[in-house]
């Protein structure tokens, strides 16, 4: 079953702009990450926030949780064409074995 | 970095073969997962293992087995492989302590 969902679907801006995309889940969790996939490649791994933690940064990458909405934020300041890609947000749900559970992705386009 | 080798980058086959999907780690990782992708539905789940000779189900089982008879290797098996089944396979493991996922570049496989 799915347990994260991402909002938008999909999500075109002009580079330099910034970028904010959605992720809400179901159950509660240990920790929520977030991966980029480059079109027909494999996921690569951005930030991962915890649990008992509301704000993360990380380069041009900012992550925010909500755990009483079961939700979090992905921003991506001053967009570049290389930004664009798939992300996904995934959440781990603490039983120890370290088994992620995706959500169904952004696709983002950045206009040069 | 870790290295997480997928043996096919497209594999075509046909209804009722018998197909392996072969996944190798560089870094002696116990734990190792195959997820499926599909448009919509993200990443599910299928198998995973936390060693050698041991295995659990993920979320979509069914069709599949795997076997993993090295720590470096886990392989994913389609007994008698289905049209529905088309799809991008993908292998990953898993850092100690640091929680997150490494992911091969993905198999995409066309059953015809």
């Known amino acids: 079953s799915q347990q994260g969902e991402e909002d938008p679907q999909a999500l075109s801006i002009q580079e330099g702009e910034n970028a904010t995309m959605n992720c809400s889940y179901k159950?509660?969790?240990?920790?929520l990450q977030w991966y980029r996939q480059n079109s027909g490649r494999g996921l690569v791994h951005l930030i991962l926030?915890?649990?008992?933690?509301r704000e993360k940064h990380s380069g041009r990458l900012r992550v925010t949780l909500d755990t009483s909405k079961k939700s979090s934020s992905l921003l991506i300041t001053a967009s570049r064409a290389a930004d664009t890609a798939s992300y996904f947000c995934?959440?781990?749900?603490?039983?120890?074995?370290?088994?992620?559970?995706f959500g169904t992705g952004t696709r983002l386009t950045i206009i040069p | 970095d870790v290295k997480v080798t997928q043996s096919s980058r497209y594999l075509v086959k046909r209804t009722g073969e018998k197909v392996f999907l072969e996944c190798v780690q560089d870094?002696?990782?116990?734990?190792m997962f195959w997820y499926r992708q599909d448009p919509g539905l993200g990443l599910r789940l299928i198998y995973f293992?936390?060693?050698?000779?041991?295995?659990e189900k993920g979320d979509i089982p069914e069709g599949y087995s795997v076997s993993r008879e090295k720590k470096e290797r886990f392989s994913l098996i389609l007994e008698s492989a289905s049209t529905n089944q088309t799809s991008m396979y993908l292998c990953?493991?898993?850092?100690?302590?640091?929680?997150?996922?490494?992911f091969g570049s993905g198999t995409q496989l066309s059953v015809l």
């Open positions: 995934a959440t781990d749900r603490g039983f120890g074995n370290e088994k992620l559970t």
């Open positions: 159950t509660s969790i240990n920790n």
């Open positions: 926030i915890r649990s008992n933690e």
């Open positions: 870094m002696d990782h116990e734990n």
């Open positions: 293992s936390y060693d050698v000779k041991m295995k």
């Open positions: 990953a493991t898993i850092l100690p302590g640091v929680e997150k996922l490494f």
